[in-house]
T-cell receptor, first 112, second 112 residues
Framework: GNSVTQMEGPVTLSEEAFLTINCTYTATGYPSLFWYVQYPGEGLQLLLKATKADDKGSNKGFEATYRKETTSFHLEKGSVQVSDSAVYFCALRTPGANNLFFGTGTRLTVIP | EAGVAQSPRYKIIEKRQSVAFWCNPISGHATLYWYQQILGQGPKLLIQFQNNGVVDDSQLPKDRFSAERLKGVDSTLKIQPAKLEDSAVYLC??????????FGSGTRLTVV
């Protein structure tokens, strides 16, 4: 079956620290991979995506590389800001399907 | 472009009562999804519509949940009767082509 396993939180970092949130997946075929972010009181927003192996998605200083050999899509940012405090969800979509399978989410808190 | 509108934002009901949620997708988006997000978990697909037809409702508890999308635009999701374990955030999303999602802010349901 399809599943996404995310690093458990919460994660608390100081401003300008390096961020890694681990994500691994199990899927049939070659899925597309996504990171979504949910800021307090808001809906889920697409942060970045990758559709094939070795693709790197990037946005707002965040990056994630689709690693087929390790079935991973870890989220990284070199220097986090207080405004990055949110819940981050890793997700996948299998070929031919439109629905998303989500991980459990990782809450990030960045302190000044 | 207006986003996906959902109402109400919050709802508190007693168990065994009924409740309905409303979603207005982005104009022109043919695909509409309802997801259930239980606290501490990632969103899980309940039902997917393509225009006004159901594409996937395999995870919808049909003994108590129902959904419709009249005229292929707005959608309502109903729970009758509600149980304590239905407490969750109900997210609506829409997509033009199945590739990009836009999520609404969700309805937070508390069943007491």
């Amino acid at each position: 079956g399809n599943s996404v396993t995310q690093m458990e939180g919460p994660v608390t970092l100081s401003e300008e620290a390096f961020l890694t949130i681990n994500c691994t997946y199990t899927a049939t075929g070659y899925p597309s991979l996504f990171w979504y972010v949910q800021y307090p009181g808001e809906g889920l927003q697409l942060l970045l995506k990758a559709t094939k192996a070795d693709d790197k998605g990037s946005n707002k200083g965040f990056e994630a590389t689709y690693r087929k050999e390790t079935t991973s899509f870890h989220l990284e940012k070199g220097s986090v800001q207080v405004s990055d405090s949110a819940v981050y969800f890793c997700a996948l979509r299998t070929p031919g399907a439109n629905n998303l399978f989500f991980g459990t989410g990782t809450r990030l808190t960045v302190i000044p | 472009e207006a986003g996906v509108a959902q109402s109400p934002r919050y709802k508190i009901i007693e168990k065994r009562q009924s409740v309905a949620f409303w979603c207005n997708p982005i104009s022109g988006h043919a695909t509409l999804y309802w997801y259930q997000q239980i606290l501490g978990q990632g969103p899980k697909l309940l039902i997917q519509f393509q225009n006004n037809g159901v594409v996937d409702d395999s995870q919808l508890p049909k003994d108590r949940f129902s959904a419709e999308r009249l005229k292929g635009v707005d959608s309502t999701l109903k729970i009758q009767p509600a149980k304590l374990e239905d407490s969750a955030v109900y997210l609506c999303a829409s997509s033009l082509d199945g590739a990009g999602y836009t999520f609404g802010s969700g309805t937070r349901l508390t069943v007491v």
